[in-house]
């Protein structure tokens, strides 16, 4: 099992920048990709965000694409989150998770909120 702790969110203005972390710990050896989803008020979970754990390709959602970076530090079994031009339609609480090669993610943070105002 990973265990993924999130920290960075916050509260900032439309075309604002955060950086979330994600902490893993446990198993990280198992790790082959991480993400990042979010979830907002009264809607479903939609993807943001992956990383290779090995390789480092990533992948993002339209939504974000151009605005957010995913990127990671092997050493420190960390992934980050870098958000750029916030937009309202950004707010959400964000989780981080992992998971292993042909494994669906099993491994999911406590999430971290996000709020940009207008």
């Known amino acids: 099992q990973v265990q993924l702790v999130e920290t960075g969110g916050g509260l900032v203005q439309a075309g604002g920048s955060l950086r979330l972390s994600c902490a893993a710990s446990?198993?990280?050896?198992?790790?082959?990709?991480m993400g990042w989803f979010r979830q907002a008020p009264g809607k479903e979970r939609e993807f943001v965000a992956h990383?290779?754990?090995?390789?480092?390709?990533?992948n993002y959602a339209d939504s974000v694409k151009g605005r957010f970076t995913i990127s990671r530090d092997n050493g420190k079994n960390t992934v980050y989150l870098q958000m750029n031009s916030l937009k309202p339609e950004d707010t959400a609480v964000y989780y981080c998770?992992?998971?292993?090669?042909?494994?669906?993610?099993?491994?999911w943070g406590q999430g971290t909120q996000v709020t940009v105002s207008s």
């Open positions: 998770a992992a998971r292993e090669v042909r494994r669906p993610y099993d491994s």
């Open positions: 446990g198993r990280t050896f198992s790790i082959y990709v």
């Open positions: 990383i290779m754990w090995s390789g480092g390709s990533t």
